[in-house]
């Protein structure tokens, strides 16, 4: 089972002038243009944009409630499988639901969709008390272990968080993250076009 988790802010001003140059230098900033704002400051900027946009697309979607279709695939992506559902709105696969299930806990995962490709994904990540096939096994303690979300602006992801920080820190710095979290979303697009038969796909 995958395991799979702000943005920071800083504006360093260096006065080397001396006392008598320190009003000028002060005017000659507030005047400058946007151009001569450092890269941090206008990524950040960007960062938020996106970030908003992404939470756009969220509430649209979560406003729907009359979804034309919604199909569903049984999927092999865990060692006890699992099952993906396709939420379809006016011909448009708005939004993916994928539940995978593993031998000590289960993940659930929406992916939001927005022209065709990822804007969004939130992931939740359950552990069992033990093994399934222990007899100490008790699926009402069931406990949530941690909540990740992704951010993809123009398919490219440029945010994660993670209700436990050490997931957060994990996710961020392991590359393999996102590549994971393509090639899932890959097949699942494949699955779909290929009438949601698994077969091939996903195995």
Not at 34 to 58: G, M
Not at 125 to 134: E, K, L, P, S, V
Request: hydrophobic share 30%; with cysteine; proline share 1%.
């Amino acid at each position: 089972m995958r395991t799979l988790t702000s943005f920071s802010l800083f504006i360093i001003l260096s006065l080397t002038a001396c006392q008598e140059n320190k009003n000028q230098e002060s005017n000659d900033k507030k005047s400058s243009n946007t151009s001569n704002i450092p890269s941090e400051t206008t990524d950040s900027i960007s960062s938020i944009d996106s970030t908003l946009i992404v939470r756009e697309n969220f509430n649209r979607i979560n406003a729907i409630k009359d979804w034309d279709s919604i199909d569903s695939a049984n999927i092999h992506e865990s060692t006890e499988g699992g099952i993906a559902k396709y939420y379809i709105k006016n011909n448009v696969l708005e939004l993916i639901k994928v539940r995978n299930y593993g031998e000590g806990g289960y993940t659930l995962e929406d992916f939001y969709l927005k022209d065709g490709k990822m804007s969004f994904a939130f992931e939740q990540i359950y552990r069992y008390n033990t093994h399934f096939i222990d007899p100490k096994f008790d699926i009402s303690k069931t406990q949530k272990f941690a909540e990740v979300r992704y951010y993809y602006f123009d398919d490219s992801l440029f945010n994660i968080t993670s209700s436990d920080k050490e997931t957060e820190k994990y996710y961020r710095e392991d590359k393999q993250v996102e590549k994971e979290q393509r090639t899932m979303f890959d097949k699942l697009l494949k699955i779909k076009a290929n009438g949601y038969d698994a077969t091939g796909i996903s195995e």
